[in-house]
């Protein structure tokens, strides 16, 4: 088998066959046959791989969501999808994820297991074999990723597809409590809200176990205990525990669950995704969000290609400064002035611009006196006998 990526052809017993027309029959593939198929084989599916899948799928979705398509709270955790476990992109797939998306998703699933088919070790005859293999009903996308889960692993230095060193920052920061039991469930962790003290007795139990301190002396000590002194013991200890289950608590009481539990991993040093597997780059306009979903959906998704546009519109934009008024030199005013008064004057342009430079009065024409003295004393009208 093999793959030729500038022209999407994948050889198949020397036949090239289209990558879309390959991976569009495996999609129909349902959860419990392509989870059978890797279960009969050594090599499993890379976690990684199912989580770029999952990425590629919503990233078209995410362009489309609107005010009204989550919570704040939803949309102030997408802020950091570019670092979401697999258990986030699930989480996220069945709030907005459509039938059209969770076919894209089986696709592309199917795309990055053939661009690492070398890693995977995928043969000819296999694929030709899952090609025609009678499709079953598809189940929910719930269910399907339920079935896929028990055949894809981890690396060594990962968890959920997420890097061990910090998930424990992770649950912290970005989990809610429903979140983390949630979160324990997927990996075979049922840990109710509250503990009682048969329970509590059992995590203590294990604790202990794992630091080689639980001798028989202890145990019994331990089962004698009421649930208050196991708390007790607990806090003396610093187990991280307790019955009441506090959020620092349960993330410690599920990370030492996790880490007992010793999962197998899986070699997967180089992964091929490609440019499908990149998540989405935007940013989420927060104000424009009501969590009561009144009025109009408005925009809240903006693309980095959307907010690069828009700062290069603002530098094309350049609103001219208006330009200082020059101050008017003497010799403007002084000719303004004799503009507007020559025609009322008896004397020539010259003169009068030398007169009004020097201050002297100039000389009003006859009439414009006569008229000015008529205007001024007025004559009285003589009284008829």
Not at 117 to 128: F, S
Not at 165 to 178: C, G, I, Q, R, V
Not at 221 to 246: D, H, P, V, Y
Request: hydrophobic share 40%; with cysteine; charged share 30%.
């Amino acid at each position: 088998m093999d793959y030729i990526a500038e022209k999407e052809v994948v050889v198949i017993f020397n036949r090239r066959m289209g990558l879309e027309t390959i991976v569009s029959k495996l999609a129909l593939l349902s959860g419990d046959q392509t989870k059978k198929f890797f279960m009969e084989r050594d090599s499993k599916i890379p976690r990684k791989i199912n989580a770029m899948a999952l990425v590629s799928a919503l990233n078209e979705r995410i362009k489309t969501l609107n005010s009204h398509s989550l919570t704040r709270d939803a949309f102030a955790k997408l802020e950091s999808y570019a670092s979401f476990t697999e258990f986030q992109l699930q989480s996220l797939f069945e709030k907005v994820g459509t039938d059209e998306d969770f076919y894209l998703y089986r696709k592309n699933l199917w795309k990055l297991l053939i661009f690492n088919h070398v890693g995977i070790g995928l043969q000819d005859g296999e694929i030709t074999r899952l090609i025609n293999t009678k499709k079953y009903k598809l189940e929910s996308f719930v269910s399907f990723s339920q079935a896929i889960n028990e055949v894809t692993l981890d690396t060594s230095k990962e968890f959920d597809a997420y890097p061990k060193t910090k998930l424990e920052a992770l649950l912290k920061n970005s989990f809610s409590l429903e979140e983390i039991r949630l979160f324990a469930k997927k990996y075979g962790f049922d840990v109710p809200a509250r503990l009682k003290k048969e329970d509590l007795l059992v995590y203590v139990k294990e604790m202990m176990k794992a630091r080689r301190k639980l001798t028989l002396v202890l145990q019994r000590q331990l089962n004698a205990m009421t649930i208050t002194q196991l708390n007790e013991f607990c806090e003396l200890q610093a187990l991280g525990i307790s019955s009441l289950m506090k959020k620092e608590e349960l993330i410690n009481l599920i990370l030492f669950l996790l880490k007992q539990a010793k999962y197998p991993t899986i070699e997967a040093n180089t992964i091929i995704g490609g440019e499908i597997a990149e998540p989405l780059k935007f940013r989420v306009d927060l104000d424009a969000i009501d969590n009561f979903k009144r009025g109009r959906a408005k925009k809240v998704i903006y693309l980095e290609a959307d907010d690069k546009a828009v700062i290069e519109s603002l530098e094309e934009y350049h609103e001219e400064e208006p330009k200082p008024r020059k101050k008017a030199a003497k010799e403007d005013i002084v000719a303004d002035i004799i503009e507007k008064l020559l025609p009322y004057l008896n004397v020539d342009a010259e003169t009068a611009k030398l007169a009004i430079s020097h201050g002297i009065n100039m000389p009003m024409p006859k009439t414009e006196t006569k008229k000015r003295d008529n205007t001024s004393a007025p004559t009285q009208k003589k009284k008829s006998k």
